[in-house]
């Protein structure tokens, strides 16, 4: 008892092949992206991280306006 590929079956075999490919592009491309949007947060932390290692704890403060009475 053998099975024959209908057409059926090649329509339906063409209609999950596209899908599944378009699926796996479309995942891929939104894992990249937040692989992506990851390491620019680490960056930027790094970056402000040496910044306030290497300056002294004083520098972020806001310079104050003399005032003369």
């Keep these: 008892m053998g099975t024959s590929l209908t057409p059926d ?24 992206t937040l692989v992506v949007r990851l390491q620019e947060r680490r960056r930027q932390r790094r970056q402000t991280d040496d910044r306030t290692a290497t300056t002294p704890h004083w520098a972020d403060r806001p310079r104050r306006a003399l005032v003369h009475h």
């Design 9 to 32: 079956f090649w329509k339906l075999f063409g209609v999950l092949l596209v899908t599944s490919t378009a699926v796996t592009f479309v995942v891929s491309a939104a894992l990249d």
